[in-house]
């Protein structure tokens, strides 16, 4: 599609297990993780045969119908699931890859965007090499083969001190696993491990799914190398670390809530997030409404904190599917229809709070607005457990052109028009740092972009390809 953008909002994860079940655990992970991305999923593994790879469209339960890849047996294994935006949804660009190298065949999956992927990319190919995919993984494979060291790990090293961005890379060879995370933490990756047992992976909701202990968050620059017997290494400062800068919206929206970041589960900043939002910006309502299921967290803070009863007034359909990523204005608003249904019961009569967690392209809470008021609400108050967001993410979370962010260029009073709310208040940037509880990366709310992003426009535009 002309003028796509290709962002990605991926989960990755890497398995090793002594009895040889890292390719099915890799698939048990991958399911934990579909919440990061429903276009693609893939497994690569390694046996006494050597890698083997198996990749589709679609959900992790689509390509692995069975719940496991053929290649049954293995003791170590990587695994993707992808969730992307760019026009035509491809296999080429599912993820894992594998590339033969003079260090061996080795597969690589990440999550993540790297803002100068495509000056390297040019110099690359000005250097002869040829792509296959439009993905940033790809141009990291390139540095990787293009490196003059002895060794997988140092090439690797070579290689990303070369990248600027934020991802979670898995690098699967014969003799291990590798794990990295940018050096300003802006995507999240954990590991854990049990005897004869060990991954790291985007979530822990991946780690609890494998039966394994969440042993600590991947620090800013740092490598886990995993080896065939599952065990552990951590490697601090293989990358030079930067200022901290979580993703702040992998609390707001994307992560599961029962996954723990940096320390805190998600579901309890969701609830801190209500809590501030009641705070900075109380309504005189009869009834709480969250938006199912991410806002529901908030609304129950939100609730709580005014005193004021929380009301089930929203059903969601949950076998449609997502509205976010639909090309059209129109059927996104269509889906909506099919997905979220105001009961009338709840809210006849009422002054309603309506309550989500984020307002990006306004689609969700104008549709909302109206349906309530159409059930028989009195009066809708929208309250967003976020600032407005209004600049796009250069560091792979999937959001959506500028022009098209509601947020961007109007004030509150605007948008509350546009939206056709009785009033609108959003959590302030300081709001959403308390209930953190650090403040990391806020750049699409508040403009202030951790790493430069010189480039990275121009990089989309020319990722959309012949
Ligand atoms: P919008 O309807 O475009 O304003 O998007 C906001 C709604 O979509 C909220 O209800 C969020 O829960 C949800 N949302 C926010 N970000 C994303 C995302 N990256 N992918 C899918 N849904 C999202
Ligand atoms: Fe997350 Fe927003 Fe920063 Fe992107 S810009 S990494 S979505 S906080």
Partial sequence: MEGAELHEACGVAAVADLEEGAPQLAVQALISLQHRGQESAGVASVDGEGLQLERGMGLVSEVFPSGRPDSRAGTMAVGHVRYSTSGSPSLENAQPFTFRSRFGTFALAHNGNLVNALDLRRRLEGEGAIFQTTTDTEVVAHLIAHSRRDTLVE??????????????????????????????????????????????????????????PLLGDVAGGELVSIDPAARIKRHPGFLPAG?????????IYFARP???????????????????????????????????????????GFARTLNL??????????????????PSQGERELTLRLKLVPIAEVVVGKRVALVDDSLVRGTTASHLVRLLRQAGASEVHLRIASPPYRHPCHYGIDTSNREELVAAGRDEATIARWVGADSLAF?????????????????????????????????RSAEVGP
Wanted: charged share 20%; with cysteine; net charge neutral.
């Fill in 155 to 212: 090439a690797l090293q070579e290689a990303l001190m070369q990248v600027r961005g934020g991802y979670a890379m898995v690098l699967l060879s014969r003799t291990g696993l590798l794990a990295v995370r940018d050096p300003l933490e802006l995507r999240p990756l954990v590991f854990g491990q049990r005897e004869g047992r060990a991954a790291a992976v985007s979530e822990s909701c991946a780690l609890t799914a494998l039966d394994l």
């Fill in 243 to 251: 200022p901290r800068s979580m993703c702040s919206f992998e609390y």
């Fill in 258 to 300: 029962d996954s723990v970041i940096s320390g805190r589960t998600v579901q309890m900043v969701r609830r801190r997030l209500g809590e501030e939002l009641a705070r900075e910006a109380p309504v005189d309502a009869d009834i709480v409404v969250g938006v199912p299921d991410s806002s529901l967290p908030a609304a129950e």
């Fill in 309 to 326: 009863p929380l009301e089930q007034g929203l059903a969601k359909n949950r076998y449609v599917g997502r509205t976010f990523i639909q």
């Fill in 427 to 459: 959590l302030s940037a300081d709001g959403v740092g308390r209930a953190i509880g650090e403040s990391g990366c806020m750049a699409c709310f508040t403009g202030r972009y951790p790493l430069s992003v010189v480039g990275a426009g121009a990089k």
